[in-house]
């Protein structure tokens, strides 16, 4: 098992910046695949980013590529999303996600554990 605690959402006004945090423990060592997801309210669970562990690939979605970069630390047991010039549309709960495969990672169906989530809500 391994679980994911996220942390960082809050309110942010339109144009400013968050930084969310997401510590992975338990049995992470079969852990190739880090990745956010996000969903707004009424809508599906969509992918925001997501990081090859060993590698450092970095894939992410259209609507937030050169606003939002993943990264993990040196140990690898936490990852990251620097949001900048964040959007109303951006607003929604935010969900780390892993997983042992490293293809097909923009699904949510190839995530193998999830966060609890944590709430980013952009608004002035």
């Known amino acids: 098992q391994v679980q994911l605690v996220e942390s960082g959402g809050g309110l942010v006004q339109p144009g400013g910046s968050a930084r969310l945090s997401c510590a992975a423990s338990?049995?992470?060592?079969?852990?190739?695949?880090m990745a956010w997801f996000r969903q707004a309210p009424g809508k599906e669970r969509e992918f925001v980013a997501a990081?090859?562990?060993?590698?450092?690939?970095?894939y992410y979605a259209d609507s937030v590529k050169g606003r939002f970069t993943i990264s993990r630390n040196s140990a690898q047991s936490t990852m990251y999303l620097q949001m900048n010039s964040l959007k109303p549309e951006d607003t929604g709960v935010y969900y780390c996600?892993?997983?042992?495969?490293?293809?097909?990672?923009?699904?949510?169906?190839?995530?193998?554990?999830w966060g609890k989530g944590t709430l980013v809500t952009v608004s002035s």
């Open positions: 996600a892993s997983s042992g495969a490293t293809s097909g990672v923009r699904s949510a169906d190839a995530m193998d554990y």
């Open positions: 990081i090859i562990r060993n590698l450092g690939w970095t």
């Open positions: 338990g049995r992470t060592s079969g852990t190739v695949t």
